[in-house]
């Protein structure tokens, strides 16, 4: 018999349909080890890179001894990263969506297609949209991002399909890939930029490499015009040299000193209006400002900025110490958010968990990230930091970052890696 | 006397991060040639047909190979399996190394290594068997192959008086103090630190873009982190991250990664 059939010949945790069964649950709580159930529970809300990880890691290495229940309403994950490459041509669909099968085999999560709509912060326990609830020991929630209204004057979701933002990947990915193809001669691709903080610093500069390498062989007359309300932005060096070098001409970015931080759009109409001047546009990118996925909101643990504070060393809501809060929710200091970034917060909040609930050893927490992009064919770059825990936040520790003027074999081997980062994250997420 | 030294740096088609680390080292491959060249213990290698020049070059461009692989007597496998009798040897055979999936299905299909066989792997590894675990991605020059198989085809066949094996990179190489080798990992902490590494490398072994990490020799495992941490082994992600690794904690992570296939 194998490990996993061991696993799953456990009983299973049953769902607890009331808040009423709850709070019983709860009430004997004073010591999690000897709940009546037997073993403590952790429930993750969210599937992607933060959530994931989190949920095989405790249930792997618990081997058992922690119930792991992994809340995400997406029966496929599309990875946010390399869906840029998607567009560009580089990845097929396919090559990007994973399932939560594994999980639930080899390491016996339980896996809950549904959406978590609230959570009783006395009671301990999440509501799902489908009617349930799931009572914790210890709640993570790894909910990514959602969009802060009003942020773009002109759009809101409705408008959606007519201006994509194609910012967490799924059917809008494909259809801003359908519209640049669709796009006539000559005509223009315009993104609106987000402004600090967001996800994926890199994100939408190398989704404008991949739509310019797009566009040189299918449409090269056409035109690319970012507008950017910040000053500045991740890899700029990299990746203007790279637009010169590969997409001559093409590439036009309008920064805050000509209004890129005045912008609005009318759909309807397919215009962007910057600092009061009207342009017609075919393709319209919006990646509106962003805000810690809902769920944290509805938790009551996110700040005046929508994001959720955490205590650095376990990555523990600094407002509820059974709550923890991975990846681009977080409001944590110096790490980028990245796929990276949420999977090597995981890793310390699965140890954490652990510890807290089944005695295990409790070792000092360490992060890193990487973040790679891809410029052109064979051009890769890439920039990474590593972190500490402080009291105040997660701080960067030492970085490094490519340089303009390398080699294409040194750029060449750098896209390369990247495929093998891919490889070796999703695998670390989801086998 | 001495061995060209810009052999092991030229041969190479591309830049893996593996192959870029061992550029770096073609100078010391070169001068540790030249070493054992003045100790005469070339004199027993060169096969039919090659010239003691060709001898020479072969031996210094295995300089890129030494890292993983052994060859001469009492050569063992480290990260990759010995050398010794390597002509003629059925691809995947050797019961107590362990190979990739790959590897041994190559052997099963009827793959044995001899001249052109060889020639064609060195070439390029990954497509002549993909999915194999050698981190190389192949010797461009024909002519640098065809020495280094010269070499190498010394030590198959009758060789009742071979010459030492070359270790692969040793302790020495980078200054490392005995001691730093001699510690105990604690294999419950390297499974936590390697958290950091498995964004990136498989614990599966799987090697695509990025090397196979697991079932390295303890010492071959140090030493690599060893080199990066003191920047003898150039690559900004390893540099960075083994950076803050203490000399406790790269031990605790070959421990882990030792084994790691085995429990995974």
Known sequence: MSKSNRKNGLNRRHFLASAAAATTAVSALSAPTVLAEGRPRVVVVGGGAGGATAARYIAKDSEGAVDVTLVEPSRAYYTCFFSNLYIGGFREWVSIG???????????????????????????????????????????????????????????????????????????????????????????????????????????????????????????????????????????????????????????????????????????????????EAMKVDVCNVIPAQQAGGIAAAAGITNEAGWAPIVPATMQSRADENIHVLGDAAHQGDMPKSGFSANSQAKVCAMAVRGALTGSSVFPPRFSNTCWSLIGTDDGVKVGASYEATDEKIAKTDGFISQTGEGAELRKATYEESLGWYAGITADMFS | MTAPSTASANGLRSTSPAARG????????????????????????????????????????????????????GAAHRIGPHLNDVFGRTAGSLADYRYSQAMREAGAGGLIWAGATLDAFLSDPHTFVPHTRMSFDGMEGADDRAALLAWLRGFSGDHSDPSPAEPTATPEEYGLDPHILAIQGDREYGAYLAGECTTCHRTDGADEGIPSITGWPLDDFVIALQAYKHGKRVHPVMQMVTGRLSDEEIAALAAHFHRAEDDP
């Open chain 1, 98 to 276: 994973h399932s939560y099968g594994a999980l639930a085999a080899n390491h016996g999560v339980n896996v809950v297609h549904d959406w978590a709509v609230s959570v009783d912060r006395d009671a301990r326990s999440v509501g799902l949209a489908g009617g349930g609830s799931l009572a914790y020991d210890r709640l993570i929630l790894s909910p990514g991002i959602d969009f802060r209204a009003g942020s773009v004057p002109g759009w809101d979701l409705s408008q959606q399909n007519r201006m994509p933002h194609a910012y967490k990947a799924g059917s809008q990915t494909q259809l801003l890939r359908a519209q640049i193809e669709a796009m006539p001669e000559g005509g223009t691709y315009c993104m609106v930029a987000p402004p600090n903080p967001f996800r994926c610093p890199p994100g939408p500069y190398e989704r404008i490499s991949m739509v310019a390498h797009v566009l040189k062989q299918s449409n090269p007359t056409a035109k690319i015009i970012i507008v950017d309300p910040k000053e500045k932005f991740s890899k700029q060096g990299l990746f203007e040299d790279g637009w010169q070098r590969h997409y001559p001409g093409m590439v036009e970015r309008i920064g805050p000193d000509f209004g890129g931080d005045k912008v609005e759009v009318r759909p309807e109409a397919m215009e962007v209006v910057v600092d009061g």
């Open chain 2, 22 to 73: 061992r550029s770096r080292t073609a100078g010391l491959a070169a001068c540790l040639a030249s070493g054992l060249l003045a100790l005469g213990l070339l004199l027993v290698l060169p096969a039919a047909g090659a010239g003691s020049d060709d001898a020479g070059r072969g031996k210094a461009l295995f300089g890129q190979c030494k890292r993983c692989h052994q060859v001469g007597g």
